[in-house]
């Protein structure tokens, strides 16, 4: 399981064309030894974990720029748990909420959603490497690591 | 002399000959006997060449005898996949690409009681495939074994995932296993041409004889695949044409028949229009779909569930009531042909429906999605409102008194403008049912069956009536 290449779905959540920002994370976490499912713009909640079934992947990352990611985003912890996915590790990252809006606040909602991870708008992509690297190496070294 | 060729379709319900003079692209003469597949095959195949020598005198030396099948139920086949819009919809497009007729398609975990509807369906093959390369491997597994513990007789032809082959094929047991490369290797990312290749291989090697169709071996070469997988062949070489002849470019077939109505279509299916954005499966260039719930005997009752009695009733220009009691002729003798004017018209007012469904279905559509920065437009399937030729094709419309009115339903219309039906195409009539003896002939003689073709489509504008 560990040597095994590990697979990242992402996109940008709901009616979202921000597409730029997604691209490169994209780029440099393929460029990080991942390998990457990029859905690109516009995709809905369960394309998502559809993707991921099919692929079996290893983490799912979503974006999202204008908003509206709090209501894109809700009960989607629930649909990776209906899909058998119980466990996958979950990000989020972008412009999560609308005005101005403490940080810590913010996450924690993103948090208690079921995200193992929220990046605030500047977050470096190094950063969020970090945070990979970091939950792969967590989960790899549980006693029974969870099936394909 | 010059050379000839015959052309045989082991039909369901007739047993078709078509003679081809190869020189002159020409149809010698045509002859037709009863299917007879389920008894001995050879008294159809004997009753139709007499039938054919009957009008040409006698009959000449064949250079070539090929034949297509869809005799004894056609190719049947169960498909498996993982998720239901992804690996379970690639390996769909694949079995119907190879000519299949679907009797039934599964997704992610087969269950006790699907496996027992799966052997109780007894299909000719079966394609299992799941996850992407290096992807889902629970699943195909999973299935695997079930169905390696199953009582399912016909061969599987596995094109899953490719790090779980090895293991799928061992846990398939004892029973024929063709692995081949995977319908989705990468994420949204359609392969079916291997598939496809492995399902007409099968078909040749195995279901033939299964069928007792290679008993009439001294009256042909070969049967070289599935009748509907020939008529993709001819329609495929009349799109793109064969060295020295160019093809009419992206078209759309429509055969509107007594159980389905099939539809073809050539062209790459990629927005027309600049800034549409394309979504889901990418769509395979040669696409056949099959509309289980239109046709125009097994499935009238059907077609005008569909759209309501009082529409079918409407375009036959009958009483409801009056249409419901021709219906009811229908529903009785599946063979019953159009005895009156109004029985006619009602078959006119079905197979009408019949094409505009199965059409609207197999092209694509447009969705408008609202964004914080304004709309957006996505398409959803094939975009083929600039095809350049609409080809129809089967008894229904060959028959049809007024053929025009049936293929005008296969186009673009502006009341339903999101709907990516073929715009201004060029209306052709296969009349002489000419699309499955050429993509047969196409195997061998690629030019002469295309030129062959061309010259026998009819131009429907110009159309006099026969008979």
């Known amino acids: 399981m560990s040597t095994k290449q590990k697979v990242l779905v992402t996109g940008v959540i709901g009616s979202d064309t921000h597409i730029v920002g997604n691209r490169i994370l994209s780029m440099a976490l393929e460029a990080a030894g991942y390998k990457v499912i990029a859905l690109g713009a516009l995709t809905p909640a369960v394309d998502f974990v559809k993707a991921a079934v099919e692929t079996a992947a290893d983490a799912i990352m979503v974006s999202s720029l204008y908003g509206q990611g709090e209501l894109d985003c809700r009960g989607f912890r629930d649909l990776c748990v209906e899909a058998g996915l119980d466990d996958i590790l979950l990000y989020l990252g972008g412009n999560l909420v609308v005005g101005k809006q403490a940080w810590p606040e913010v996450e924690r909602r993103f948090l208690d959603m079921g995200f193992d991870r929220a990046a605030p708008p500047g977050t470096r992509i190094e950063t969020v490497i970090e945070w990979l690297g970091r939950d792969f190496a967590a989960r790899d070294r549980r006693p029974h690591p969870r099936k394909a | ?467």
Do not use: W
């Not at chain 2, 993709?232 to 055969?255: M, T």
């Not at chain 2, 279509?265 to 289980?292: D, N, Y």
């Not at chain 2, 002729?329 to 159009?338: A, K, S, T």
């Open chain 2, 1 to 467: 002399m010059s050379a000839c060729a015959l052309l045989i379709d082991f039909g369901s319900t007739y047993t078709k000959l078509r003679a081809i003079d190869l020189d002159a692209r020409r149809i010698l003469g045509s002859g037709q006997g009863p299917s007879t597949v389920t008894s001995d095959i050879m008294i159809g195949m004997k009753a139709a060449l007499a039938d054919l020598e009957k009008r040409l005198g006698t009959l000449p030396r064949f250079k070539y005898r090929l034949a297509s099948s869809s005799a004894a139920g056609g190719l049947r086949m169960v498909t498996v996949g993982l998720v239901r819009e992804l690996t379970a919809e690639a390996a769909r497009r694949a079995a119907l690409g190879a000519g299949a007729r679907l009797v039934g398609t599964f997704a992610y975990r087969l269950t006790k009681g699907d496996v027992e509807q799966i052997v109780a369906l007894a299909p000719d093959i079966l394609l299992l495939a799941g996850g992407t390369d290096g992807g889902n491997s629970a699943v195909i597994l999973h299935n695997a074994a079930a169905l390696g513990r199953s009582a399912l007789a016909c061969p599987v032809v596995l094109a899953g995932n490719r790090s779980a082959a090895d293991d799928a094929v061992a846990l398939l047991g004892t029973r024929e296993v063709i692995a081949c490369e995977n319908v989705m290797p990468e994420f949204n990312q359609l392969n079916i041409e291997a598939a496809r290749a492995a399902i007409r291989k099968v078909f040749i090697d195995r279901i033939v004889h299964a069928k007792g169709i290679d008993r009439a071996h001294a009256e042909f070469d070969e049967v070289l695949m599935p009748t509907p997988a020939a008529v993709l062949e001819g329609v495929k070489l009349l799109a793109d044409g064969c060295a020295g002849v160019s093809g009419l470019g992206p078209l759309l077939v429509v055969d509107p028949g007594g159980a389905t109505t099939d539809v073809h279509s050539v062209a790459s299916g990629e927005p027309s229009v600049a800034g549409v954005i394309p979504q889901g499966l990418p769509e395979p260039r040669v696409k056949r779909t099959v509309e289980g719930d239109l046709g125009m005997r097994h499935n009238a009752a059907t077609i005008v569930e569909a759209v309501g009695l009082e529409r079918i009733a409407a375009d036959a220009r009958l009483a409801p009531t009056r249409a419901l009691a021709l219906l009811d002729l229908i529903g009785r003798n599946m063979e019953r042909l159009p005895q009156s004017a109004e029985e006619a018209a009602l078959d006119q007012a079905l197979v009408r429906t019949s094409v505009k469904l199965a059409v609207a279905r197999h092209c694509g559509n447009l969705e408008t999605v609202f964004t914080a920065t304004g709309p957006v437009t996505v398409q959803h399937g094939k975009d083929l409102s600039n095809v350049g030729a609409v080809i129809g094709t089967g008894g229904a419309l060959v028959h049809s008194r007024d053929a025009r009115a049936v293929m005008e339903m296969a186009l673009a219309d502006a009341a339903e403008p999101l709907s990516l039906r073929p715009k201004q195409p060029k209306l052709l009539l296969d009349r002489e049912y000419l699309l499955y003896a050429c993509g047969l002939l196409g195997a061998v003689e690629p030019q002469a069956a295309l030129e062959l073709a061309l010259a026998h489509l009819e131009p429907i504008d110009t159309e006099v009536p026969h008979e």
